[in-house]
């Protein structure tokens, strides 16, 4: 990763830590969902209905990764987004006039399951480079040639797809790695900012991750 992505992660994290994310939007056709997921130790569990996205997830489709994005291609309004709840992933699609940029987060069953799913998908993908020293967060993270930025934290795994978008976008012309990455420090900030309490497990007929 270059310093540039590590400076601007570092700018990205701190300016969130002091402004808060904004709420989330409601996936389709849903409600709010209660909270779940908190990142770190230990704490009672706050049990989720089952088959529904935590508020981690839903912070994906939030105010502050909307912002970030406007702010980031300079947009003049905010572009279409959908979501879906399927196999414990939320998944948030901006749809942007060069492409769609996709934001999704497996939910599994605690810290460990995530990091073998995390691993899997990093052995998967197609010309993976880790994302090491101060640009990772001190996270598990990669990304794609294609344009992808994947991080794994506490039972989630975070995934900006921006490989539908041109090799450079926007009035600054960024590249579609700088812009998943971008977006993906955005999310961890804003989880960061607003930790819940354990994730409850998924219901029986998730899957194991």
């Known amino acids: 990763m270059k310093k540039q992505a590590s400076w601007l992660a570092a700018l990205a994290v701190s300016s969130l830590l002091l402004a808060g994310c904004g709420g989330a939007a409601s996936p389709g056709g849903g409600g709010a969902a209660p909270a779940a997921g908190h990142h770190g130790g230990g704490g009672s569990v706050s049990p989720r209905p089952a088959n529904e996205p935590s508020a981690e997830s839903k912070m994906v489709c939030g105010d502050q990764p909307m912002e970030r994005l406007t ?4 947009l003049q309004s905010n572009p ?21 940029l996709v934001i999704s987060v497996k939910e599994s069953l605690d810290k460990i399951w995530a990091l073998k799913y995390y ?15 101060l640009s990772n967060l ?25 490989s539908d978008l041109p ?11 700088d812009l998943a990455y971008q977006m993906a420090t955005t999310i961890l900030a804003c989880w960061t900012e607003h930790p819940s309490s354990p994730s409850a497990s998924p219901s029986p007929s998730s899957s194991a991750y």
């Open 119 to 133: 691993d899997a998908m990093q052995a998967l993908a197609k010309n993976a480079k880790t994302i090491n020293g």
């Open 71 to 74: 702010a980031i291609l300079k």
């Open 138 to 162: 001190g996270f598990p993270a990669y990304e794609t040639g294609a344009g992808s930025a994947v991080f794994q934290k506490d039972s989630f795994v975070l995934e900006v797809d921006a």
């Open 167 to 177: 090799d450079a976008i926007g009035p600054n012309f960024i590249t579609r790695n």
């Open 80 to 100: 279409r987004t959908e979501s879906k709840w399927a196999d414990s992933t939320f998944t948030c699609t901006y749809h942007l006039e060069k492409g769609d």
